[in-house]
């Protein structure tokens, strides 16, 4: 059979591009460099522990590994991670933090899925629908956008001299699906496989650049006035900067 066949046959692609990819990793530099990311990074290190029981060895804990693994992308100091991780596992405090998942719609027909760490949810989420209704959005309810991604792990390879046979390898290596961003390749996977194609790649020669799990939309949404474009990534932008937002997705496009 045709190689170039097989490859088509097996790479499951994603019409579309996300405007906001890079936008959002040129922000993540910003804020690393400015250490905005660092409390972010130990309050999600900290729920990590909790919501894994209390389990402090990241071998043990995926979800602990993951967050450990992007604060060590931003080079968040290993002191810093190690408190984080023993604030997890000690006593709980009168204001303990909770994971809570907010959906909602954006300008032109995208939506917008941001994932927080709060103490205090009904603020949270006042902060959430302010910042959409100022944009022309609006708050949604639980499970209103949510079946629109799927979680899957995510891989990123700096993209310098490779080609189509990389291409081909990384699909032995475990890739179900490649998009090339500028400077990048980003590389998904099932998500419980997530460190092991981080580890394939790694041994394959690739320069792994971050590995974590996310929240990919199944259909992008391309807006194409200019102004509408500019409104949506005001609100992307501001909702990443919210204190107390971790992530935020998007089918943008």
Sequence with gaps: MNQAKVYHDKIKFVSGHSKWATIHRQKEVKDAKRGAAFTKLAAAITMAVREGGGVADANQNFKLRLTIERARQFN?????????VEKGSGARGE???????????????AVVMAEALTDNKLRTAQSVRMLLDKGGGNLG?????????????EVRIASGGLGEEDELKMIDLGAEDIVKEDGEWVIYCQKEKTFEVKANLERGGYRVVGAELTMRPTVMVEVGDKSVQERIEKILGALEDLEDVQKVWTNYA
Excluded: C, H, W
Excluded at 76 to 83: A, F, L, T
Excluded at 97 to 107: D, K, Q
């Design 95 to 109: 204001n303990d933090l909770e994971t809570v998942m907010f959906e909602g719609f954006l300008p032109g027909g």
């Design 141 to 153: 309810g639980s499970g209103s956008v949510g079946y629109m991604f799927s979680q899957q792990g």
């Design 76 to 84: 968040m100091p290993k002191e810093n991670i190690s408190r984080a």
